[in-house]
């Protein structure tokens, strides 16, 4: 799941370079966070949060196939 998050934010960003993507476990939780540059935060939570919406949906999806619960945070 942090590869796919790391791929949609990096297409997203003007800054790929400065994407960073942590992963954190707890059983069958995951928390996903990412971390983008202060300029390129606006452009990855898009107007009235569609995109950071979006970005939260192909997750949940993905990982509904694995059985587990996906949270992505977007620091």
Known sequence: ?????????KALVEHPDEV?????EDGKYITIELHVA???????IGKQGRIAKAI???VKAASS???????VEIV
């Open 56 to 58: 939260r949906s192909v």
């Open 20 to 24: 960073v993507v942590t992963q954190k």
């Open 65 to 71: 196939k694995e059985n587990q619960k996906v949270d």
């Open 1 to 9: 799941m942090r590869e796919l998050v790391e791929v949609i934010a």
């Open 38 to 44: 202060a300029s390129d935060m606006g452009k990855v």
